[in-house]
């Protein structure tokens, strides 16, 4: 087993599978990996007699760890600890970009190309879009209407053929990054927001829209070429 299922776990207790300088290999672990527009986790690994901090966690073949502090003997039992404020924010940011995208997508028919997940601020590039500021404020009442339905989140695998073939996901998904994996995945993780969106995604992410709060648009930049980014933070 290489992660943990059930995105809501902050702490867990593993088996140090390998070490090398800088670097702890787990048997499982919560952390999560950078990918996806989602920046890693950072945390601690704690054990009788010693600790570190988790600095960047990254996905190579397996996953890897990167650790300040002396490192643990391989066998050693191990007790990880997420800096859960920020993953949260990392999951509430998330969910935020799969439901914006997808008003976008529904609204002006437009892409995403591209997004970044922070935990203070998120951005997201659609192509092509056009929009005033009218219709910014409008774009962001509809996105916080939705939020207020406070529609679950579901997180389930699909056979990746009937993905290509549902025409319900996401056109930016469907020439996304997603079909680009060898064909030997055959089966995804996909993300559903109601009956609103479905996307594949490998991210974290909160079971309902209400943990969001609301999503603010505090930035709209013209990339050229017909492209927008979209800057958002959450406020209560
Ligand atoms: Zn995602």
Known sequence: MDSLDGTYVKKFEAEVTATFPGIVELDQTAFYHLG????????????????????????????????????????????GNLDWERRYSHMRMHTSQHLVSSVVSERYGSDTVGNQIAADKSRIDFKPLKLGNTELNMLQDEVNQVISKDL?????????????????????????????????????????????????????????????????????????????????????
């Open 36 to 79: 996806g527009g989602q920046p890693a986790d950072t945390g601690e690994l704690v054990w009788q007699g010693g600790g570190g901090r988790v600095v960047d966690v990254r996905k190579k073949n397996r996953i890897r760890h990167m650790f300040e502090g002396d490192l643990p003997d391989v066998g050693m039992k191990v007790k």
């Open 152 to 236: 679950k989140i579901s997180i389930s695998e699909s056979e990746r053929s009937d993905l290509e073939n549902n025409p319900e996901i996401r056109s930016s998904m469907s020439s996304g990054l997603w079909k680009m994996l060898p064909s030997s995945v055959t089966r995804l993780r996909v993300v559903k927001i109601g009956d609103i969106d479905v996307c594949p995604c490998a991210g974290t992410h909160v079971r309902s829209l209400s943990e969001i709060g609301n999503v603010e648009f505090f930035k709209k930049d013209n990339k050229g070429s017909k492209k927008v980014r979209l800057s958002y933070r959450l406020v209560d």
